[in-house]
């Protein structure tokens, strides 16, 4: 008799925001969760020209929030921190956890945590990212990707991140079934060529590179600084070696992965 697998859902609400049902743990990615347009005003100012798909009060109760960074507004802004306020639990870097207090725990790289919600067990890794090239970490801050287990499967979540060697240490230590891949290509005026996040040539290089069955890109879009085409992500992914990879989710709809 084949054991049943847990059933997971995926709804992209905007941006590095994604609503997750595994089994019968709901978790929520970088919440972003501001109306657009906004406008952040920073040492790098930051644009919002789009509004999420959904918005905060028509989200259900979240039991669990993987939040890669909490210095940048795209990935967690006003409205976000009063839903991850109201998390069971929040995970994120030690720095951000800190920061954040309440719930929120910190994970160093490859550090794990297991959590239960009725009959649904995961176990979450920290995971290496950097964002932006070598030597500018202490302008950009800390940054972590996530690795989710559960019975049936692997997701990789990259969190800001631009391709870096560290990356391939993933795909030594997990399988991976389905990667939220953080594309977009972030460029600042007063940063010149210097990338923040991956490109979609270097997204596909990662799926390459992890071997990920299923590949969802996020981060892409409904902010100034991203500025990559979307189309070229389809071009990048358009590969022999990656045909059937690529899997664009319709943002507000719930999908099943």
């Known amino acids: ?16 925001t994604v ?14 969760l501001d109306p657009g347009p906004a406008d952040y005003p920073a040492a790098r100012p930051l644009r919002r020209t ?6 905060a009060d028509r989200l259900p109760p979240v039991d669990l929030v993987l939040l890669s960074h909490d210095q940048h507004a795209d990935n967690l802004d006003p409205t976000g921190r009063t839903v991850l306020a109201r998390a069971a639990t929040v995970l994120t870097t030690p720095e951000a956890a800190e920061r954040l207090g309440g719930t929120a725990e910190g994970l160093a790289t490859w550090e794990s945590r297991r959590i239960t919600v009725g009959a ?28 989710v287990e559960y019975d049936g499967g692997t997701l990789y979540l990259s969190g800001d991140t631009v391709r870096h060697d560290a990356l391939t240490a993933i795909a030594e230590r997990f399988d991976i079934d389905t990667a939220f891949l953080h ?27 992890l071997g ?46």
């Open 1 to 16: 008799m084949t054991r049943a697998t847990t059933t997971v859902t995926a709804t992209h609400l905007g941006t590095a």
């Open 19 to 32: 609503l997750l049902r595994i089994g019968d743990l709901t978790v929520l990615t970088d919440p972003a």
């Open 120 to 147: 649904t067990t995961v176990t979450v890794t920290a995971t290496p990212a950097r964002h932006g090239p070598a030597g500018t970490e202490a302008v950009t801050g800390p940054v972590t990707g996530f690795v």
């Open 183 to 209: 594309l977009g290509d972030a460029h600042f005026p007063s940063t010149g060529e210097h990338a923040f996040s991956m490109s979609a040539r270097e997204g596909a290089e990662l799926a390459r590179t």
């Open 50 to 55: 789009a509004g999420p798909a959904l918005t």
């Open 212 to 257: 990920a069955r299923t590949v969802v890109p996020v981060h892409y879009d409904s902010w100034e600084h991203l500025g990559e085409d979307p189309a070229r992500i389809a071009e990048a992914f358009a590969a022999p070696d990656l045909a059937g990879r690529l899997r664009r989710l319709v943002p507000g709809v719930p999908e099943r992965l």
